[in-house]
């Protein structure tokens, strides 16, 4: 393998000839070698922009010449486009702070750059990673810069899929709505409602989950980019963290703004555990929703059985015909995931000590890729699950003809023990709270069924 002779603080190294990383990025590759994660593809692309956006301050505060800063610009651009992915290669569990990825992002940048400028990999006196790629910045205020543009973007992507998915269950709650069944409280008979009024209420669940996210989402549109070290803004040109941010506000579409404070930026982790925070609320309801589905949809026999799920697949290896309720299964696994993420990404944020919170690495991976599993997933479960849901409707009928809880929607007219009395009655004699409400002569037939219809029942 031909390689090239890099040389840092702590030596020399040979490098592969044809990898656009360099000296620290191989150091990181031997020193971490623990999951083969990589990070995620949101977070290069903002990484890339990140930097573009310095050197377009750099270059308007004459801090950087015309000829490096656009070689280095035209290098991010490339990455933003998705060009040399396979070039970062830091490991997501990595040094504190993100130094690793930071450097891996500066000597694939500088690389590319030089090629630009006609010279060969690796020539730092021409274009040095450091230098001039990494000029009046920090890993500590360009990495949870990044990781909030980053995230926004997740954030924003994350709410469209969520918008469709509680769209498609309003479809099932107006396809259902004249459904009548038996609600069930503490997992025993209640009241009659209808199986929409159950949908609706799914999906304005989600639509809640999605407000909650976009809200703490605006909490990321404060950046530290130009704090450098410690948020001091050490090393940065008069103008550049104005100019910085609002290169990358312009290149990203996002409503950026220099954080009010810098040292809050470095310090807290308090804007990712909020966002955090929202995803592991989704993934509760989620859970709760998608264990209603399965438990509605039990059977087909020895079951509830007032729903009927799509069959993606066979659901046994050994039980010809058997179709399981797999793609909610799934859902309810990936919740279970997100959910312990965001106690990681608590436990990193509580981790921050004195002038700078050296876990964002871990932060990053936790949040970016838990919305990345939603955004993946939960298309295909709308899609191949949600949109086929049928229901049952004769079933959910006679359940809830059947249930002696009619009995608690004549408390009105008859009152609590007259009502108690029927309940006990229809229980016993196994006869329907209607049968024995006419026989008894407490009502008339239309009395009783105005009473017990949950439409009419339903306040605006």
């Known amino acids: 393998m031909k390689t090239r002779i890099e040389k840092d603080t702590l030596g020399e190294r040979r490098v592969p000839a044809s990898a656009y990383y360099g000296i620290q990025t191989l150091r990181a590759l031997e020193n971490f070698p623990v999951s083969g994660l990589r990070a995620h593809p949101s977070l290069v692309r903002a990484y890339a922009e990140v ?7 750099n270059r308007e505060c004459r801090a950087l010449d015309a000829r490096r800063a656009r070689a280095i610009v035209r290098a991010c651009d490339e990455v933003v486009a998705g060009a040399l992915a396979g070039q970062f ?9 993100g130094t690793s990825f930071n450097m891996n ?14 010279r060969r990999r690796g020539d730092y006196a021409a274009l040095h990673p450091n230098d ?38 309003a479809v099932k709650a107006r396809e259902f709505r004249r459904v009548r069944k038996a609600a069930r409280t503490h997992l025993q008979d209640a009241v009659p409602i209808s199986l929409g009024q159950e949908f609706a209420a799914y999906a304005a669940a989600v639509r809640a989950c999605a407000s909650e996210l976009a809200r703490r989402a605006r909490l ?16 940065t040109p008069a103008g550049f963290r104005r100019r910085a941010v609002r290169a990358l506000a312009r290149s990203t579409g996002l409503a950026l703004k220099p954080a009010r404070d810098m040292r809050f930026g470095l310090q807290s982790h308090q804007p990712f555990t909020a966002l955090s925070g929202a995803l592991r609320e989704l993934a509760l309801e989620l859970i709760r929703i998608s264990g209603d589905l399965r438990l509605l949809a039990s059977g087909p026999v020895a079951g509830l ?34 959910v312990g993420r965001d106690l990681s990404v608590g436990l990193a944020a509580q981790a921050g000590q004195l002038d700078l919170n050296v876990m964002t690495p871990l932060t990053a991976y936790d949040l970016l890729d838990t919305m990345g599993l939603f955004l993946n997933f939960l298309p295909s479960v709308e899609e191949r699950c949600l949109r086929g849901i049928e229901a049952d409707a004769a079933r959910c009928r006679a359940n809830a003809e059947r249930t002696p809880s009619l009995a608690a929607l004549l408390n009105p007219r008859i009152g609590y023990a007259r009502a108690a009395d029927v309940f006990k009655d229809a229980l016993r004699r196994g006869r329907g709270v209607r049968d024995l409400v006419l026989e ?19 306040k605006p």
Do not use: W
């Open 51 to 57: 930097k573009r956006a310095c050197a377009v301050a």
């Open 220 to 235: 990321l549109e404060d950046v530290p980019l130009g704090g450098t070290a410690a948020g001091t803004g050490a090393n």
């Open 89 to 97: 290669v830091v490991d997501v569990y990595q040094a504190g702070a």
């Open 105 to 118: 992002v500066n000597e694939v940048l500088a690389n590319r750059a030089l090629e630009r400028l006609g």
């Open 440 to 458: 008894r002569g407490l009502l008339s037939a239309r009395e009783f069924d105005e009473l017990t219809d949950p439409y009419l029942r339903e």
């Open 305 to 338: 059985g007032e729903l009927r799920l799509p069959a993606v697949q066979p659901g046994s290896s050994i039980m010809p015909g058997k179709s399981n309720p797999a793609l909610l299964e799934g859902l309810s696994m990936l919740c279970f995931q997100a």
């Open 132 to 169: 001039h790629v990494n000029m009046s910045q920090s890993t500590n205020d360009t990495f949870p810069t990044a990781l909030r543009v980053a995230a926004l973007r997740q954030t924003t992507a994350l709410c469209a899929v969520l918008d469709a998915f509680a769209d498609s269950l």
